[in-house]
């Protein structure tokens, strides 16, 4: 985040934007040139690396002091302010950021301002200038397009409105409902629906995409909307861009490129030059990415050409510290046959906290309503099936309880009881019979996983764990070389990715409870009830052995049991798939003086808290 202090000149003042941390206001810098003040702005690399100058020059020819400190035409400089000059600016480019730049310094001087811009670009400002009252003239000229501010109010009108969504947030979801095809309908509610913001929407249904608008009340000036993507069952078809289009849509050309990447034939798009002074060179990032992960693209000076492909997509992108393309790359490997990886998941957080739990969020309620799930019926704007069926999600450490106790929580609230531990058990139990244990370590690809043909299915609330068509038993599972290669099976990516769907498709019905190590994290984080459990490491191995040998174990054993349990917990708490964690919002519950009589009736408690008339089937 940042922070602003005004001071009288020429105490300087600073905003410095580290990695993650927010920019200011678009337009805050522009304010400066007409405060009595003088102000320092640096930024992050990122920041630090885009060009000032299409900025800094109107500012200097109203009056502004621009200063570089370090090198020319980029953070960090120096803004003195005073009194400003009127200004008629022409631009080259059609550029929301110098217009916007020119008009809150404008209307912070009281004085006119006039932009001319080859084309229309986002009107924001515009719009949030009216909304307080200033008398903003816009209309087409011959040279493009015009905005004036001819006689600025001494005092803008307050201004009371909730902030709608963004538009280039939503676009990601959008794309994701797109790719997934069948996964549909998915709605962003909410949305801002700014016409000059909004040129994905005509794209995307030339593409294929149906995306219905239901329009609600505008705010501040804004359109507001909800954006429903409709189930669709044909291909995505390849589109034309032009430089027409792309000032609508300039940040939703990353999503553009992946949807392209799975489009049939070849996607053109051109007059994007500005991508190439984003936070990175958007199109040489996009470019180098997509022939990473097996996509034929052809890098144009403005622009790119994308043959679409079937074919399953795999590989690791690099972000180039850019949050766009991270979060749009994120999207492609969430979708069926790809197997896409971001090297730095954490640049999202620039412009979207949260971006990537939310995305696991959408992608659990369409495999929770996906036909065959028993889901009834999930959706992302009601009707999910997290509403209608509560899911209990225990996790914890080895020995800790999670398995009786998940068992007898489900028998007493009538919930299914989900195992995960079967299922990564029979993965490992197929690997094996088909002389791929050695594979664990070098790679498991999603064919392998795919021909082991792993099940789930149940008999009221227990679960069946089938390979291969036929019912695995629970001898087989608990095997000694399955138990030896288990955990190291289950720290694999592509084992994970390929059993979560089949782990969500187990919320069906009034509940289900579901035990293992990152229920409450990764396979259920939209979970009604979150329990963590842990016990003292003796206590737990003192269980471990009772349960495996069926005896009271001496003090040696249990001393070296108990060491192995913790050198385990270490090694699956620093694993970087899927790591044992504990939920933001789980219950921890220390099992280590608890019978499971007690353990059961705790968790049971905590879900008739948050679920409605669960009856008591003990």
Not at 18 to 41: D, I, N
Not at 191 to 209: D, K, S
Not at 325 to 338: D, E, Y
Request: charged fraction near 25%; hydrophobic fraction near 45%; charge should be neutral.
């Amino acid at each position: 985040m940042c922070s602003i202090c005004a001071t009288a000149a020429p105490v300087p003042v600073y905003w410095r934007g580290g990695p993650g941390a927010r920019p200011p206001p678009r337009g805050w810098r522009a304010g400066l040139p007409a405060q009595p003040l003088s102000a320092v702005l640096a930024g992050d690399a990122s920041l630090s690396s885009r060009p000032m100058d299409r900025i800094a020059r109107p500012l200097r020819r109203m009056g502004a002091s621009v200063e570089y400190l370090e090198r020319s035409g980029v953070l960090p400089m120096r803004i003195t302010g005073g009194e400003l000059a009127a200004i008629r600016h022409d631009g080259t480019v059609a550029s929301a950021q110098v217009k916007s730049a020119i008009l809150l310094a404008g209307v912070g001087a009281g004085v006119a301002v006039d932009v001319r811009e080859p084309r229309r670009s986002r009107d924001h400002s515009e719009r949030m200038f009216e909304a307080m009252g200033v008398d903003v003239v816009e209309r087409a000229v011959e040279a493009g397009w015009m905005v004036r501010i001819a006689a600025p109010p001494p005092r803008l009108a307050p201004l009371d409105m909730d902030v709608p969504g963004d538009f280039s947030s939503a676009a990601f979801f959008l794309a994701w409902a797109a790719l997934a095809g069948g996964a549909g309908p998915l709605t962003a509610c909410a949305v801002g629906l700014n016409a000059t913001r909004t040129g994905l929407l005509p794209v995307l249904a030339r593409m294929g995409v149906r995306v219905d608008v239901r329009l609600r009340a505008n705010a501040g000036g804004e359109p507001v909307g909800d954006l429903r993507v409709a189930k669709r069952a044909n291909p995505l078809r390849s589109v034309r861009v032009g430089q027409g289009e792309v000032p609508g849509m300039i940040d939703e050309i990353p999503v553009l490129a992946v949807l392209a990447a799975r489009a049939e034939g070849v996607t053109r798009i051109t007059g994007a030059r500005e991508l190439r002074v984003k936070e990175s060179d958007r199109l040489a990032a996009l470019a180098v990415n997509l022939r990473r992960i097996g996509v034929e693209v052809e890098e144009l000076p403005d622009g790119l050409e994308i043959e679409g492909t079937r074919r399953p997509l795999s590989g690791v992108v690099e972000c180039f510290g850019d949050h766009r393309i991270a979060m749009a790359f994120g999207v492609l490997g969430r979708t069926p046959r790809c197997d896409v990886r971001v090297d730095d998941p954490r640049v999202s957080e620039v412009s979207f906290p949260g971006f990537w739990e939310l995305l696991t969020r959408v992608e659990n309620a369409a495999a929770q309503r996906a036909p065959g799930s028993g889901g009834g019926g999930a959706g992302t704007s009601g009707g999910s099936a997290a509403e209608s069926c509560l899911v209990v999600a225990i996790d914890g450490s080895a020995g800790s309880g999670k398995s009786t106790t998940a068992a007898s929580v489900a028998v007493r609230l009538g919930f299914r009881h989900l195992d995960s531990g079967a299922i990564y058990r029979a993965v490992t139990l197929g690997l094996l019979d088909a002389g791929l244990g050695g594979a664990a370590s070098g790679g498991i690809t999603p064919g392998q996983l795919a021909a082991l043909d792993i099940d789930v299915r149940w008999k009221g609330r227990k679960m069946e764990v089938w390979m291969g068509g036929a019912p695995v038993p629970e001898e087989a599972l608990r095997a000694e070389r399955v138990t030896a290669m288990v955990s190291q099976v289950s720290a694999a990516r592509s084992v994970r990715a390929h059993l979560l769907a089949l782990q969500r498709s187990a919320a069906a019905g009034p509940g289900v409870v579901a035990e293992g190590r990152d229920m409450g994290t990764v396979v259920f984080p939209m979970a009604g009830v979150k329990v963590h459990l842990d016990a003292d490491p003796r206590e737990r191995a003192r269980r471990r052995i009772l349960q495996r040998d069926g005896r009271i174990p001496d003090d040696d054993e249990i001393e070296t049991e108990a060491n192995r349990l913790m050198q385990r917990d270490a090694r699956d708490s620093s694993r970087a798939i899927a790591p044992l964690q504990i939920a933001e919002d789980a219950v921890q519950l220390d099992t280590t003086e608890l019978s499971p009589a007690a353990q059961t009736e705790a968790i049971v408690r905590l879900a008739r808290a948050a679920g409605a008339d669960l009856p008591d089937l003990s």
